[in-house]
C-alpha cells in the first residue's frame, strides 16, 4: 500500500549508458514531481507533470527525459550518464498544483555513476 | 541572489527539551512555507504548512512561525524525544509557481 513507489531503489552503471526510473503513486494525485538530491543533501526541482502534462522543466540537461504515460505515473529516462549524475532521485506528488497541499514523497533512487 | 539559509550544523539537545530550528530566506516572496523531516535512505516526509498571512501553526509537539518581514521560519519541536532525530527541511512556494524550493536542512540530535 505503498502511496508513492520508486524502482529500482539502487542504480549503479557504467558512463554512457542509458537507464531508466519509474516512479507509481496510488493517491490519485494529480501533479507528479522528480528532484534531484546531491551530495550536499541539497533537493532540486527537476520536472512537473500535471495530469499528464509538463509543467515544469528546469534547466535540466536534454540527456534527461520524462515521460508520463498517465497521472500515476512519471517516469524518468537518462541517456549518456555521467559522473556528475550520480544523486539521489526523489520522485513526489501532490494533490494539485495549489501550493496549500505537501508533497508526498517516494523513498528515493540511489544513482552511481562509474 | 535567492538562498534559503538552514543551519549546516548539527542541532544536539537533551530529551524533553524544546528545539528550535531556524529558516532564512533572502530575495524570495514565498505565498507558503512548509517543513519536511527526512530519515537517512528515505524520502522526506511532509510535516505543517503555513501561509504568508499566518504566524503561527501547530500540530501536536510541532509548531512552526512564519514572519515575513524577518524573512524567516520557526520550526519548534517540544519535548522532545530520541525518535525526532532527523534532518528537517524547509520549503518555500511562491504564489502560482507549481514547485517547492528547498533548504538544504538541518540535523536534529536529540539525546536520551
Known amino acids: 500500500d505503498t502511496a508513492v513507489s520508486q524502482t529500482p531503489k539502487y542504480l549503479v552503471t557504467q558512463m554512457g549508458n542509458d537507464k531508466s526510473i519509474k516512479c507509481e503513486q496510488n493517491l490519485g494525485h494529480d501533479t507528479m514531481y522528480w528532484y534531484k538530491q546531491d551530495s550536499k543533501k541539497f533537493l532540486k526541482i527537476m520536472f512537473s507533470?500535471?495530469?499528464?502534462?509538463?509543467?515544469i522543466n528546469e534547466t535540466v540537461p536534454n540527456r534527461f527525459s520524462p515521460k508520463s504515460p498517465d497521472k500515476a505515473h512519471l517516469n524518468l529516462h537518462i541517456n549518456s550518464l555521467e559522473l556528475g549524475d550520480s544523486a539521489v532521485y526523489f520522485c513526489?506528488?501532490?494533490?494539485?498544483?495549489?501550493?496549500?497541499?505537501?508533497?508526498?514523497f517516494g523513498s528515493g533512487t540511489r544513482l552511481t555513476v562509474v | 541572489s535567492q538562498k534559503i539559509e538552514q543551519n549546516s550544523e548539527a542541532l544536539n539537545i537533551q530529551e524533553g527539551k524544546t528545539a528550535t530550528l531556524t529558516c532564512n530566506y533572502t530575495n524570495y516572496s514565498p505565498a507558503y512555507l512548509q517543513w519536511y523531516r527526512q530519515d537517512p535512505g528515505r524520502g522526506p516526509v511532509f510535516l505543517l504548512l503555513i501561509r504568508e498571512n499566518e504566524k503561527e501553526k501547530r500540530k501536536e509537539r510541532l509548531k512552526v512561525t512564519f514572519d515575513t518581514t524577518l524573512k524567516q521560519s520557526l520550526f519548534h519541536i517540544t519535548a522532545s524525544q530520541p525518535a525526532d532525530s532527523a534532518t528537517y527541511l524547509c520549503a518555500l512556494e511562491m504564489d502560482s509557481s507549481y514547485k517547492l524550493i528547498f533548504g538544504s536542512g538541518t540535523r536534529l540530535l536529540v539525546r536520551p
Open positions: 513526489a506528488s501532490r494533490k494539485g498544483t495549489r501550493e496549500e497541499y505537501g508533497y508526498t
Open positions: 507533470y500535471n495530469n499528464k502534462e509538463l509543467i
